[in-house]
């Protein structure tokens, strides 16, 4: 089944530094990466997601690459602010999964500065 | 999107006894998914529960011990039975939304056994 691995499992940066998050995934036949954020005390939130029929997507101070030959997916934060503190998950799912199962990575702990 | 919510958001139980957890969502889908979330842990899916349908289940999770409900397209349970220490988790609600099939999480259900 497919497998996906994070790092880093913590991220401090300075308020206005960027953030990038690193995950990889086993199945070649995955075909859409999301990317949430859980706030303490919260269910995980939905922030940017990508197919694998596109290499990069943006959305703000917010940005998505994906590497399908390397089975490789990150997340770019660009000039953080202190609110984008959070737990950070990555997830692939993969067309072999009849019921459109999320596997979702280990978590980064993003920490940013004022 | 979707807008889920979950009852109770919060309860201490007693060892033995059986918690049922509520979901629902603003609109109408096809699946919905329970996950468990222990302490500073990922995501671990528990079951796929699909409205007119048996839920299907993950390696390690029986539905002796967490029955699932799902009576319409807008609701559904997750009993908790006969619960240990072991069952202290926060267990996330989740929804797929079709077209573009994203996937929403409920601000969870935060459990504690004693």
């Known amino acids: 089944g497919e497998n996906v691995e994070q790092h880093p499992s913590t991220l401090s940066v300075q308020e206005g530094d960027s953030a990038v998050i690193k995950c990889t995934y086993s199945?070649?036949?995955?075909?859409?990466f999301p990317w949430y954020k859980q706030e303490l005390g919260k269910g995980p939130q939905l922030i940017i997601d990508?197919?694998?029929?596109?290499g990069e997507k943006k959305d703000q101070r917010i940005a998505v690459t994906l590497n399908k030959t390397a089975k490789h997916f990150s997340l770019h934060i660009t000039e953080t602010q202190p609110e984008d503190s959070a737990v950070y998950f990555c997830?692939?799912?993969?067309?072999?999964?009849?019921?459109?199962?999320?596997?979702f990575g280990t978590g980064t702990r993003l920490l940013v500065s004022p | 999107s979707a807008v889920i919510s979950q009852k109770p958001s919060r309860d201490i139980c007693q060892r033995g006894t059986s918690l049922t957890i509520q979901c629902q969502v603003d609109?109408?889908?096809?699946?919905m998914f329970w996950y468990r979330q222990q302490p500073g842990q990922s995501l671990t899916l528990i079951a796929t529960?699909?409205?007119?349908?048996?839920?299907?289940?993950e390696s390690g999770f029986v539905i002796d011990k967490f029955p699932i409900s799902r009576p319409n397209l807008t609701f559904s349970t997750l009993t908790v039975s006969n619960m240990s220490p072991e069952d202290s988790s926060i267990y996330l609600c989740?929804?797929?939304?079709?077209?573009?099939?994203?996937?929403?999480f409920g601000p969870g259900t935060r459990l504690t056994v004693t």
């Open positions: 529960a699909n409205q007119g349908s048996e839920a299907t289940y």
């Open positions: 997830a692939a799912r993969s067309m072999n999964t009849g019921f459109q199962k999320l596997v």
């Open positions: 989740s929804v797929l939304v079709p077209n573009p099939d994203e996937q929403y």
């Open positions: 990508i197919r694998s029929n596109v």
């Open positions: 199945d070649s036949a995955s075909n859409y």
């Open positions: 609109s109408q889908v096809t699946m």
